[in-house]
């Protein structure tokens, strides 16, 4: 080759080399220029062309300068992820950093940065798919982040992503250490001069939500009433375009779900829970449909709806909640780590309709929706536990329904087994051991066996011995050891149970608030045990057995009055306030008493349930209709006598032409131009219901 050819070679290169470093300024440039404003405007645009440019200049870099390109567009993928939920993205974000974090990395001065961003995409990835070494990588490599952060503000981000990390650990395997770490380090963060503005919103919304979740597990109110607070100071802060203020808004509604809960009742509990729906209301309303943070914000106002149905027992609180469950559940990406605690609680607003209502088809739903909950935990999940339990207590309903053995004995076993599961101290166990107890009971009264009633008894008394004074589940549990002390003076006739069914029963109506429907079952076996008591008398009507029929009469009353409590305690309730005033020849008020009992058949058996179903829950109440007439006509209401008489005895022939009635509006609806198909598909889903049976129901329970 000639000198000036390579001369001339020698000029071109360098002419290239030139020309590329130019073009690589020119989309560093833009791409600075793109990846300032997506953080401004946080808009998906902004998003897309920071991860288009950041890719073209990458492609045009030598390999010496390439890392910090390579952390931007992690970093970018990754927030693009969060913001539209592309699985995609995440992947790549971890592929990209992974060799960046290692400690022989190509980019040793940037490892601690890469660190940093791979414990962030992890924990997002164990958000989304659950896997358990994702967390476990996420914690190690935060860790390693934080130590080598020097002092300031990417220290303090460090510790605050650990935190959130050390939380998701402690739901996953119930380690306490974790979960005090994280509170402490979401304190020590929140504290950090090195954070202001959204950083320091941040930081103060997982202190938020790690102090909680602490209460949740502990119950102790001082860290709700923190929890709360820091909520309200995250607020206050927040301005209105900040890309965390929904999170504020959902972790600070859960807190004073929380707390309205703990409080019961009153102008605070009210106040809490009306505002813990309003900022549950507002993250759905502004999170976009395709983001990933849309079903955990359904599945909260869901909670929130049935948390105030447990108030008011109003059932279109309960018919929110079981609404907004179906939607979380419909949004919710595949093997989201939350997504058995979005099916355990849409299960348990099914079974709390069905309790109300006594639907199979909710029963079944709901066991069917708890067993995939069941399903899609690890064994040694903190969760399984509760969930199995969960299962085990709507098996023990539906052995109600169908007086079946075998679903009553997996019932307990399934119980047994989730006790087994939980660690001595768990805040679920006297719950835990007063579901068990109700389910002994029940093959007790079954079988006549007293050694499961004196075992019923016993979980009992350890459920309320286990409760801290002011818990909010003191009612229920006392409730359900009352019963068992009522099933076992059934079977013996000993007075110690039946003062002990009367002293437990006023204990748990005395910690009840007023308006809990819950109340009722108290009350009604108080009210039944009053009743007893009068009878055993020396003559069934001297002074005290005297007291205690008038007092059983005024119980039970407000037992079938008791808004929100399922119809088939109401109705029970009020045919034996009747039977009391009866024995009192109170004539007058006995046939109140069987109005009220009578008028509650129809929603006691009423159309959203299958024809199976109606017929059962009549058959319970066998010569109601009678009673009630033969009481109006001693009270000399001869028309009310006649009245009740044809009432008790037409609520099938009334669903009858309910149904004629409702035929007529399908062929209304079937004429119209598009009706014909909605039509059909209704007739359709109202005949299969029809063809669904109680042993549809039974056949769905495990075999073994």
Not at 568 to 597: F, I, K, N, P, S
Request: one cysteine or more; glycine letters at 10%.
């Amino acid at each position: 080759m000639l000198v000036g050819d390579r001369h001339n070679g020698g000029y071109l290169m360098r002419n290239r080399r030139r020309e590329a470093d130019r073009r690589a300024g020119e989309l560093r440039l833009r791409a600075r220029e793109a990846m300032h404003r997506a953080l401004d405007t946080k808009s998906p645009a902004d998003l897309d062309t920071s991860v288009d440019l950041l890719r073209a200049l990458l492609a045009t870099e030598s390999p010496g300068g390439r890392g910090r390109t390579l952390l931007a567009l992690a970093h970018f993928l990754t927030r693009r992820y969060d913001a539209a939920g592309a699985r995609a993205d995440l992947e790549e974000a971890i592929t990209l950093v992974e060799p960046l974090a290692r400690p022989r990395g190509p980019f040793p001065g940037l490892r601690t940065t890469a660190l940093h961003q791979l414990g962030s995409a992890l924990r997002l990835r164990y958000e989304a798919e659950g896997r358990e070494t994702d967390l476990r990588r996420a914690e190690e490599t935060l860790r390693a982040a934080v130590s080598r952060h020097p002092p300031g503000s990417m220290r303090a981000d460090a510790q605050e992503a650990l935190g959130v990390v050390l939380r998701l650990h402690f739901t996953r395997s119930g380690a306490e250490d974790k979960l005090d770490e994280a509170v402490a380090l979401g304190r020590l963060t929140s504290r950090s001069p090195w954070l202001q503005g959204g950083d320091r919103c941040s930081a103060l919304n997982n202190l938020t939500a790690a102090l909680r979740t602490r209460y949740e597990h502990r119950g102790r109110m001082e860290d709700l009433d923190e929890a709360v607070a820091h909520g309200h100071e995250a607020l206050s802060l927040a301005g209105s375009g900040l890309p965390q203020l929904p999170r504020l808004r959902f972790n600070l509604g859960q807190a004073l779900r929380l707390r309205s809960e703990r409080a019961g009742s009153g102008a605070e509990a009210d106040r809490d829970l009306t505002q813990a729906l309003e900022l549950l209301e507002s993250v759905v309303a502004t999170t976009p449909e395709h983001d990933p943070e849309r079903s955990r914000a359904l599945a909260g106002l869901a909670t929130a709806y049935r948390g105030r149905f447990d108030r008011s027992g109003r059932e279109s609180d309960l018919e929110k909640a079981i609404s907004w469950s179906r939607r979380a559940l419909g949004q919710a990406r595949d093997g989201h780590a939350d997504h058995y605690a979005m099916l355990s609680n849409f299960g348990t607003s099914l079974a709390l309709r069905f309790r109300l209502r006594g639907s199979s088809g909710d029963l079944r739903e709901a066991l069917g929706v708890l067993e995939s909950a069941s399903s899609v935990l690890p064994e040694d999940h903190a969760a399984k536990p509760l969930v199995v339990a969960g299962h085990g207590v709507l098996l023990w309903e539906l052995y109600q329904r169908s007086g079946e053995g075998t679903v009553l004995n997996h019932s307990i076993r399934a119980q047994r087994r989730a006790l087994e599961l939980m660690p001595e101290g768990h805040a679920e166990r006297a719950g835990g051991r007063s579901n068990l107890g109700l389910a002994l009971r029940s093959r007790g009264k079954a079988t006549g066996s007293i050694e499961d009633l004196n075992a019923a008894v016993g979980e009992g008394l350890a459920a309320a011995g286990g409760l801290r004074p002011g818990d909010h589940r003191r009612p229920a549990v006392l409730g359900a050891l009352a019963g068992s002390y009522w099933a076992r003076f059934e079977l013996t006739g000993a007075w110690s149970d039946l003062d002990d069914t009367v002293r437990t029963a006023e204990r748990a109506l005395a910690a009840a608030p007023g308006t809990d429907p819950g109340r009722a079952e108290s009350l009604r076996t108080l009210g039944a045990a009053l009743g007893a008591r009068a009878a055993m008398s020396a003559a069934g009507s001297n002074a005290g057995g005297g007291n205690d029929r008038r007092r059983a009469k005024e119980v039970l009353r407000e037992a079938a009055g008791t808004a929100g409590a399922p119809a088939r305690l109401r109705v029970d309730a009020a045919r034996r306030w009747a039977e009391e005033a009866a024995l009192l020849e109170d004539w007058r008020e006995a046939t109140t008493g069987y109005e009220a009992a009578v008028s509650g058949l129809a929603t006691l058996a009423w159309l959203g349930i299958v024809r199976a179903d109606q017929e059962r829950l009549l058959a319970e109440c066998y010569g109601l209709a009678q009673d009630a007439s033969a009481a109006a006509l001693l009270a000399g209401a001869t028309t009310a006598s006649v009245r009740l008489l044809e009432q008790g005895r037409g609520v099938m022939w009334s669903h009858v032409l309910d149904a004629e009635g409702a035929r007529t509006e399908m062929e209304r609806l079937r004429r119209h131009e598009e009706g014909g198909e909605l039509a059909d598909r209704l007739i359709a889903i109202r005949e299969e219901l029809d063809a669904l049976g109680l042993s549809t129901v039974v056949e769905a329970a495990p075999a073994g």
